[in-house]
């Protein structure tokens, strides 16, 4: 079993900063790639960041330059740092982490819960 429990979700102001974090825990042999969606209401759901297992990342556009993300491998943990927010990033965000739990498994994706961002402004 695989959990991925995220945390740090809530209600930011326009312009301010949040900070997401996703730990992964149970049966795990290796992760591959991390990374964050989010699905804001009537919408589909969106990747906002990737980064790979050596750290080469990418970005949704309209994020560029404004969300971070990092990892720490030993921890197993994906966070994203959220700055100079908008209304337009209000969404629930999932954490997902393509992993596998054993030498003989395949990777496969894993999905957080999700975690509300609310931005007012």
């Known amino acids: 079993q695989v959990q991925l429990v995220e945390s740090g979700g809530g209600l930011g102001q326009a312009g301010g900063s949040l900070r997401l974090s996703c730990t992964a825990s149970?049966?795990?042999?290796?992760?591959?790639?991390m990374a964050w969606y989010r699905q804001a209401p009537g919408k589909q759901r969106d990747l906002v960041a990737r980064?790979?297992?050596?750290?080469?990342?990418n970005y949704l556009d309209s994020v560029k330059g404004r969300f971070t993300i990092s990892r720490k491998n030993a921890e197993k943990t994906v966070d994203l740092q959220m700055n100079s927010l908008k209304s337009e990033d209000t969404a629930v965000y999932y954490c997902?982490?393509?992993?596998?739990?054993?030498?003989?498994?395949?990777?496969?994706?894993?999905w957080g819960q999700g975690t509300q961002i609310t931005v007012s402004s």
């Open positions: 149970g049966s795990i042999f290796d992760i591959d790639t």
């Open positions: 997902n982490v393509n992993l596998r739990s054993s030498v003989w498994d395949f990777f496969r994706d894993y």
């Open positions: 980064i790979t297992r050596t750290g080469s990342t």
